[in-house]
């Protein structure tokens, strides 16, 4: 699943709804002043902030193991062993139901629980499945727009995709290695060096979401700004050579200068195993290693 590290706003509660409308608010903030922020939501969220209808591939893409049993309901095409694909078919005869976001099982029609499902309405009983867990999430979502478009125009969103409306509120997550070494400087060491090469030779190797890992370890963002606003939103990337040292150990990160201390490495397969392990274990942890 590539969203497992995304945030759905399950709760519903007065409170809860109250907070997500505010959130809305810093939503609004960020993408008037480009000063992004972390909004760590599942792409069916910002789909629905924009009007945009959600499908079952959002669904998947944040529940894979539901998705995967209603399409299996859907395509089953031999009555006899129907019930086989549910585990408790000999003791519980299932019924209009499916889990939640939060794992509890909810009715996906009125009295749903006390409905059973047959062979016969397999695919009645998907489309009403799937149409609940596509919006789950309205609730809050209108709490959170609520808050979003008391500082952007309504019309406005309804121009933008889920992605681009993620990308004017966040940051593009695609690190492209142009991108950053536009904006990079050398400090103890210059460009044409071999650790400095093998730096951005190890960091081309890394996909978008250890790019993302890296740059948060380095500097406390995951996300860069864009191009045309890299001079008032942005900072240079000092890579720095770290002294001492066997050429073996972990970058160091300053993140309040966007600074990354790297020892000079004596291959490209240890520069990326290094960097590899900081970008997606220690980019969480606020802290470098010596």
């Known amino acids: 699943m590539d969203n497992a590290d995304r945030y759905l ?17 810093l939503m609004g903030i960020a993408l008037r002043t480009k000063n992004y922020l972390e909004f760590q939501y599942a792409p069916i969220v910002w789909k629905v902030l924009v009007g945009q209808a959600p499908t079952e591939h959002d669904i998947a893409m944040v529940d894979t193991t539901v998705m995967n049993h209603l399409r299996r309901v859907r395509g089953w095409d031999d009555e006899t062993t129907f019930f086989s694909l549910f585990d408790d078919a000999d003791d519980h005869q299932p019924s209009f139901t499916v889990p939640n976001t939060n794992g509890d099982t909810v009715d996906v029609v009125e009295n749903g629980s006390h409905l059973p499902l047959t062979y016969s309405n397999r695919q009645y009983y998907v489309d ?10 309205d609730g809050q979502c209108r709490a959170i727009q609520r808050g979003l ?115 000079e490495y004596s ?10 392990f900081v970008a997606t274990t220690a980019s969480g942890m606020g802290f470098g290693f010596a």
């Open 149 to 263: 478009t008391s500082l952007v125009p309504h019309r406005a969103l309804q121009l933008l995709t889920g992605v681009e409306l993620e990308i004017l509120i966040c940051g593009d997550a695609r690190i492209e290695v142009a991108q950053l070494k536009k904006h990079a400087t050398y400090q103890g060491w210059d460009e044409s060096e071999a650790g400095v090469v093998r730096f951005w030779n190890a960091f081309e190797q890394l996909n978008y979401k250890e790019r993302s890992g890296l740059v948060r370890f380095a500097w406390g963002r995951s996300r860069l700004p864009k191009e045309e606003d890299w001079s008032t939103h942005g900072a240079p990337f000092k890579l720095t050579k770290k002294n001492g040292g066997d050429g073996a150990g972990y970058p160091l990160a300053h993140t309040c200068f966007f600074q990354l201390e790297l020892p």
């Open 267 to 276: 291959s490209d397969e240890v520069a990326l195993q290094r960097l590899r």
């Open 9 to 25: 706003p399950s709760s519903t509660s007065p409170a809860a709804l109250d907070q997500y409308e505010f959130v809305g608010k």
């Open 128 to 137: 009403k499945a799937i149409a609940y867990r596509c919006h789950e999430f």
